[in-house]
């Protein structure tokens, strides 16, 4: 199809090249015309030269008229055919760099492509599950740029950058004339975020813990274990014994303590934040230094190699840093840190910190303050969702930008980190299946290597969907558990919106839908669902604040407040 396409690119470029020239045949004089016998009967006499001057000049204004006509023309065809080259561009070029990179990883592994089940379908194992990929044959790291670094580049593209900064601005001067108005003098405070943050020291020290931890935990089990199973009589109870203590060490030290820690302390919601967040970013980083390792050392073992593969100190601290979740011993480098650029991002996050902020405080403070003077109804549950809907939606855009871009960016730069694919182009997602595989690459590559093709290892490739529906199933959980944590209640909003009608869009809006309108639907219901969880959340959070109970039973925090509460003035 794209050979059809460029052939009839270059059919179009030649058809408007042989009609320029014939026009110019047709319209400009013949050579023979314009030349002048110097003898014999034909020849022109002396009185006719005083019209030379005139026809030259005449000549002179077609040619000029000619030109410009030729300019006009291959104007138009350059515009007429500048949409379908970006188009081109911009769908081909990543399939043409994913092919070439997989036509390389070929080439070096003697012309046959390794996949992570490759190495499990040998002439007499058809499921040996003792044996997995080596690491360096699944996901494959390469040097480049952020996408937005690369579309910043663009003027265009920048400009849609300096608007939001430009409503920052606005949001700040509306804000400090309001407090003017209603204080007679300027209110610098910020009530809100010194409330959100508080107790930030109990949450540094928690991180402390928690990176320490993991730091020597995992990499003690996984060396000791390592060391001796080729030396060990009954190394399947050897390797069971060590898999138990590291479930303890993550279920126990790593699950349980940092909760525990944010239940007892009471900590305010963007501490907690920092917590949990955290917390589940050390659990997927242990997961997958083990996940990547343990089938090196059984291939060792297997080839009664002498060396063991165990990874140093320094490559497991250098990981747990990084901004992926795929453990490799190296990684792609950049040559050298650009600390402006480092120094940017972090202004850029802290930036989208107030931003948050200045939303609360002339979006969402107004908006609930009333919502809380009359009681819950559908008429109050509609008007909170579509007002919620653009404070939902800046948030969404604020959020991707200081964490998926600036932060994960900051990190790679100090780490001269080279892969800074941290995400695709989501906003060009037809399908929620795109959205879902664009969104975050690095937590989609987690759950796509040790998550679905786990679950495909395991049972068989047969059930596709069924190791669909346990991602999905497993990243709703998660995401519920962070805010149940973080707000200090459970009310299932986002996993009823994530779990049901993200699979099901996910199924019915498939890859399949290609056309523009689906972009649109994607678009429409994004926005609406971040509206809805916005609304409800934070008519929870008021309820909760406004309601509350004097001797609270586990029942109370995870039956909805915001149902029942009447507020009392």
């Known amino acids: 199809m794209v050979g059809e396409e460029k052939t009839s690119l270059r059919k179009r470029l030649s058809k408007s090249r042989e009609n320029s020239e014939e026009k110019e045949d047709q319209r400009s004089p013949s ?12 020849a022109i006499p002396v009185t006719s030269t005083v019209c030379l001057p005139s026809w030259s000049s005449t000549l002179g204004e ?30 081909h070029f990543d399939d043409f760099v994913t092919n070439l990179i997989e036509k390389s990883t070929s080439l070096d592994n003697g012309g046959c492509a390794i996949t992570s089940f490759s190495v499990l379908e040998g002439e007499n194992n058809h499921r040996a599950k ?60 910020f009530n809100l975020m010194s409330y959100a943050f508080g107790k930030l020291p109990v949450a540094m020290w928690t991180w402390w813990a928690m990176f320490l931890s993991t730091l020597a935990v995992p990499y003690f089990l996984f060396q000791r274990w390592a060391r001796g199973y080729s030396k060990s009589s009954h190394p399947v109870v050897h390797s069971l014994f060590h898999c138990f203590l590291f479930m303890v060490f993550q279920i126990g030290v790593l699950g349980l303590g940092p909760t525990y820690v944010v239940l007892a302390y009471t900590l305010p919601p963007a501490s907690r934040c ?68 480092v120094a940017m991002q972090f202004l850029q996050v802290f930036g989208c910190f107030f931003y948050v902020y200045y939303i609360f405080e002339r979006l969402c403070a107004p908006l609930f303050r009333n919502i809380k003077q009359e009681p819950f109804s559908a008429r109050v549950l509609v008007l909170c969702v579509f007002n919620s809907i653009l404070p939902g939606v800046l948030m969404l855009f604020l959020m991707f930008f200081a964490f998926l871009h600036c932060w994960l960016n900051a990190f790679a730069e100090m780490l001269r980190f080279g892969d800074r694919m941290f995400y695709k182009d989501w906003w060009n997602s037809t399908s929620y299946s795109n959205y879902y595989r664009t969104w975050n690459v690095v937590v989609h590559d987690w759950l796509y290597y040790y998550a679905y093709k786990d679950f495909l290892w395991f049972f068989t490739k047969r059930f596709k969907s ?56 994607m678009w429409t219901s994004l926005f609406a669902g971040h509206g809805v969880i916005l609304c409800f959340y ?8 406004h309601c509350p109970l004097k001797n609270p039973t586990f029942l109370d925090y995870i039956r909805p407040r915001s149902w029942t509460c009447r507020y009392v003035f």
Not at 538 to 545: D, F, I, L, N, V
């Open 130 to 189: 003792d044996l997995r990929a080596p690491p360096e044959h699944g996901k494959i790291f390469v040097v480049r740029q952020s996408l937005l670094d690369e579309l910043f580049e663009v003027d265009h593209i920048r400009t849609i950058y300096h608007m939001f900064i430009a409503l920052l601005i606005l949001f700040i001067l509306s804000t400090l004339v309001v407090d003017y108005i209603d204080e007679g003098r300027l209110v610098l405070e």
């Open 62 to 91: 077609i040619d000029i008229k000619q030109l410009m006509a030729k300019k006009i023309q291959l104007t138009a065809e350059a515009e007429e055919l500048k949409p379908f080259f970006m188009k081109e561009v911009g769908s």
């Open 31 to 42: 050579k023979e015309s314009l030349e002048t016998p110097s003898n014999g009967a034909g």
């Open 538 to 545: 934070s008519q929870e959070w008021y309820a909760r604040q």
């Open 466 to 521: 069924a190791a669909m529906l346990a991602v999905f199933a497993v990243s709703a959980v998660v995401h519920e558990y962070a805010l149940a944590v973080c707000l200090n209640f459970f009310y299932p909003v986002l996993f009823v919106l994530f779990m049901f009608f993200g699979m099901a869009f996910n199924f019915i809006v498939n890859d399949s839908r290609k056309r523009p309108i689906w972009n649109v639907m």
């Open 274 to 341: 920092i917590v949990i967040l955290e917390q589940i970013r050390f659990i997927m980083k242990a997961h997958s230094f083990v996940r990547e390792n343990v089938p090196r050392v059984l291939n060792s073992a297997k080839e009664k190699s002498k060396t063991i593969p165990v990874p140093t100190v320094n490559q497991y601290l250098y990981f747990l840093f990084a901004p992926t979740l795929i453990y490799r011993d190296n990684y792609p480098r950049t040559p050298s840190v650009r600390w402006g650029y």
